[in-house]
């Protein structure tokens, strides 16, 4: 128990750390805090520049809560429980393991050094966007989960920073179930994986801006902003019960399993969900929203 407690207090003083670090050198590429301001302005500026929605202000409804998400689900989650969390549970399974004669190392598939860097970050972006995307789907699937991801689904005028409105639950259940599909195939230093977080970060931003682009035949591997704005529909079609459009960065995999929905163009749909009228409007109720709310049927 000491080991683990152990593990609790170096994760916040550790990820402490970094953060003044990542707010104090702007001399590294790789610094999420700043690349992530820096990703915000400019796809901000496309959508100032190229709205698609003419009408929506550029301080659009909910802005302001949303730009508040964006950086406590980015940084200050991560220093209040996702970090301490997610090294806790590492540790713990790497001792259930062990207990047993294994290690994660056991099942690894391939050492990613002996790859090309960059076949090897190709690699872990795709698994890791197929996870995701398998996870999302589980979010609209389960109503237990849909109560958490309902935060994220109460956009009500989409822009860049609704990319990062969502339940603080809603990492660690990503995190949980990519976790050992990630251990087995990567072993890459923060710099590589930022590579793959930048971009990724970006095409989420671009998906949720007020822009109506679709990136021509490259729609159907990249997510877009006419093609996710779908999944924020209020009404779905009749046949589809959990939901359309899962793709986070790659939309290959709706179009590959038949959940991708585009009908026409959906500029001017309503986005919600069913009862959002009577849904949370500020932060702190709704994250206590999974906690108090009703099962749905």
Known sequence: MEKYLDIIKNSYSGYWNYLK???IDINHWDNYFYGLI???ILV????IAFP?????????KDFWLDTFYMFFNFFLLNLIVLIALSNTVAELLNDILGSIGLSLSSFQLFDSTDLPKWLGLLIFFLVNDFVQWNTHRLLHRFDWLWNFHKVHHSVKEMGFAAHLRYHWMEPVVYNSIRYIPLAIIANYSSQD?????FFAITIGHLNHANLGWDYGFLKYIFNNPKMHIWHHAKALPHN??????????????DYIFKTNYIPHDGRDIE????????FPKDFVN????????????
């Open 38 to 40: 820096i990703i915000s």
């Open 44 to 47: 901000w500026i496309l959508e």
């Open 271 to 278: 986005l919600g969900f069913e009862g959002d009228e009577d």
């Open 286 to 297: 709704q994250e206590l929203y999974p906690a108090f709310s009703k099962k749905e049927k």
């Open 52 to 60: 698609w929605r003419k009408n929506q202000a550029i301080f659009r």
């Open 240 to 253: 589809v019960r959990y939901g359309v459009n899962f793709g986070l960065t790659l939309s290959i995999w």
């Open 21 to 23: 670090h990542e707010l």
């Open 193 to 197: 994986v930022a590579i793959v977080y």
